[in-house]
């Protein structure tokens, strides 16, 4: 391979991210307000050890550390979230916490002094418990909620933010959050829920999309969509038409759930409507378990500047069928997704290695959504069990993997525009607790001072960026 396909290109963006719950502690410190996570992990039985997020890695009074290993790095780009019961914490803009946003000033501040640019999510699954308290993600007036919190972030911090997500992994928090009960909110309401949750959270996003593009795009000049995971999915056994069609509904319920809508054609994918419709009919609802969009409200085609993609495992699929009766989302795509024998997995179950599945991916992206610029904003390679700084596997992880993303760019011609690794720190891994570390920093949770060391992946990654990727002086 030649030094040009090995090198990314110029002013690619280098990164890593993390979420306000998982890192930020001060649960109820300076005014915030709880979030539905604060209620959910204060409940017991739900998380790890019971665990919770009330300190995390105290990033709130730790700030500077995490600037700090930022700069080690050498990180062009950091993506974060901000906390919407911190700002506002009724989730209104009818109380404003102004300690909230000295906080988020000085991080981003800072950020911009060291020239790291802040891509800043508004929503990373922590929802102020006072909206939950009204119906939350299953509310239509929630769009309302959130475009108004959203514009208060536009007006408040846009003028430095120029790089911008609405929501985290809206098909995460629909259906783990609200058809199995494994996330916050907790609630199990399979059939209906993840797809009303799914449809309130792209309103919400049109009309985010739609605010800033007509009140601070002109002035601020900044770029907004919202990120997507996604696995990559191939049939079980390649020649069978059975798989490849399970295949094609697993990407369809998967990525395409939300992507056709911003992406493609504005609409719901049509395998997606025929079987929730057929299976809603044959159960006796009166209308469909899928909702329509209004032609009444913000289009949602078109209302991204750019794809942002989280993606960290790959399925082989093949077809399955269950009684009609059944309720659910995998009920309704048909579809099974298995992994591959000969896939490595690493700490969690369900999460093997699969960086050419990356590769695909894009691809698919690149030839599906019309060629957009794509930032990968989250991937990863998780650590259970006692601590090995030494992490040589998650190094070669990141290698192998931003490999793919060359090839990408280089031979699919994919315009990737930056890679963000997931996570900076290690970090409260949602119901996995502390017991799951994705961080290129480790934090000691049982000493007082919450003290980082950087993992070798992480000076390994330091060199990857120094080098903008891998000159062919580089290679071993």
Known sequence: MSIKE????????????????????????????????????????????NQNGDVACNSYDLWEEDLRCIQQLGLTHYRFSLSWSRLLPDGTTRHINQKGVSYYNRVINDLLASNVTPMVTLYHFDLPQALQDQGGWTSAHIADAFNSYAVFCFGTFGDRVKLWLTLNEPSVCAKLGHEDGLHAPGLRDPGAAAY???????????????SYHALFRPEQRGLVSLALSSDWAEPLDPGSPEDA???????????????????????YPAVMRSRIDARSRAQGFLSS?????????????????????????????????????????????????????????????????????????????????????????????????????????????YRDTLLEV???IHEDGVDVRGYFAWSLLDNFEWADGFSVRFGLFHVDF?????TRSMYRSGREYAKIIARNGFPSSAQS
């Not at 009303?196 to 739609?210: E, F, Q, S, T, Y």
């Not at 509904?249 to 992507?259: D, E, L, P, Q």
């Open 196 to 210: 009303l949750v799914g449809h309130n959270m792209l309103r919400a996003h049109a009309k985010a999309w739609h």
């Open 289 to 397: 378990r899928l909702p329509a969009f209004s032609e009444g409200e913000p289009s949602v085609l078109g209302t991204a500047d750019f794809f942002a993609l989280n993606y960290y495992t790959s399925r082989r699929a093949r077809s399955a069928s269950p009684p009609p009766g059944t309720l659910g989302l995998k009920s309704d795509q048909g579809a099974e997704g298995v992994l591959d024998p000969s896939w490595p997995v690493c700490g969690v179950s369900w999460l093997a290695v699969v960086p050419d599945g990356l590769r695909k991916l894009l691809k698919h992206i690149k030839d599906t959504c019309n060629n957009p610029a794509v930032y990968i904003t989250e991937n990863g390679f998780s650590q259970v069990g006692p601590v090995d700084l030494e992490d040589f596997r998650r190094c070669g992880f």
């Open 6 to 49: 090995n090198v990314f290109p110029s002013h690619f963006a280098w990164g890593a991210a993390t979420a306000a719950y998982q890192i930020e502690g001060a649960w109820n410190a300076d005014g915030k307000g709880p979030s539905i996570w604060d209620t959910f992990c204060h409940g017991k039985g739900r998380v790890y050890e």
């Open 406 to 408: 060359s090839e990408a």
């Open 245 to 267: 069609a399970a295949a094609e509904r697993y990407m369809a319920f998967t990525f395409g759930w939300f992507a056709s809508p911003v992406f493609m054609t504005g609409d």
């Open 446 to 450: 049982e000493h007082p001072k919450l």
